[in-house]
């Protein structure tokens, strides 16, 4: 066990991505954008359960994945509302868990499964696949190997963890527990959930990084680097592949960041800051957000003059006045 090793080599791309990827962390951490608005880190938190679950065939929308986590009734699958409710739990734990420890890997996965699998929080006693749609990418490791997989993983983690960037073996770990398929269900959402509990270690601006947002946008790509690590042996493809995604969704928020300076009215700033890409708001949810009472002064001082700036846009352009007018930030 002592001389496991995950099968992977450090590329100069790989290199030249942890580095970028270290300077736009240290940029946003000026402009603090997720430390100092609370509506952000809610946002991407929800945004990140959301895509984490539309992955695994989750129908339900961004707005309903809202109102569950808000605790309001929402018309939908009995399971695809009890897989939000314990997704965020699971989520809310991300500081409290030891990323080394496999004991919180299965509690995190307790949490995910609750009342839904009869086998929570315990390794599968079957044989499983990974599949992408109705392809199977490949079958995982009979179950009499998973927990000497599992084991092995952990401690060459835990023995490595001054040594490997974290950045990369955060993949490295992404990419081991996906092919090791240690759980009957549940495997992607909980390698996505430790992904972040690895990162959040290393710096703590991760915690709210929609970073399966991202994968959610490229996910046929993301199941492809899985499928040619395992014909090549090597988890090199996927740890570019990830890396590549964070560095992109960085960029994205430091795009974000920048449009939230002191240039922009206030009262603009703070409709932006209240606002999440993606989601189309009603006069009266913005008025909620920003805290105004008045329809008027949310249309003269917020909504006007992010429209004339081009910050946000009417889903309905062609009927201005429409009741069933909402906006959506660009």
Known sequence: MKNYQPPYSITPNMMMLATS????VGKLEIYQSLHTHPHLRKNNRIKSIHSSL??????????????????????????????????YAAYELIN???????????????????????????FR??????????TCIFMAPQPHFVPQLMEQLFTWMSNNKDIV????????????????????????????????VLLNNWNSFF???????????????????I????????????????????????QELLTQSSRITTSLPKQVSTL????????????????ELVHVKARNTLRMSYLNPALKLGLIAPTIPDKPKSKNQRYIKQ
Request: proline share 4%.
């Open 96 to 122: 409290s868990y030891n990323p080394y420890s496999l004991h919180d890997l299965k509690k995190a996965h307790s949490l995910m499964a609750q009342n839904l699998q009869s086998d929570a929080g315990k």
């Open 21 to 24: 990827i270290s300077e736009k």
């Open 272 to 287: 932006l800051q209240v606002m999440e890409y993606g989601v189309s708001y009603s006069p009266t949810q913005l008025m």
């Open 207 to 225: 915690e709210y990084l929609p970073l399966e947002s991202q994968i959610a946008k490229f996910q046929t790509e993301y199941y492809d680097a």
């Open 125 to 134: 006693m079957g044989n499983e696949g990974v599949f992408n749609g109705d």
């Open 227 to 250: 499928a040619q690590c395992h014909v090549h042996g090597s988890s090199d493809v996927f740890i570019e592949f990830m890396l590549q995604q964070i560095n992109d969704i960085l």
């Open 54 to 87: 539309t992955i695994e065939a989750n129908s339900l929308t961004i707005d309903q994945v809202k109102d569950v986590i808000a605790g309001n009734l929402v018309l939908g699958p009995a399971r695809e509302i009890q897989e939000v409710k314990n997704a």
């Open 165 to 196: 960037h974290p950045l990369i073996m955060a993949s490295i770990f992404h990419y081991e527990f996906v092919f090791i398929h240690p759980f009957s269900d549940g495997n992607g959402r909980i390698a996505r959930l430790w992904h972040t």
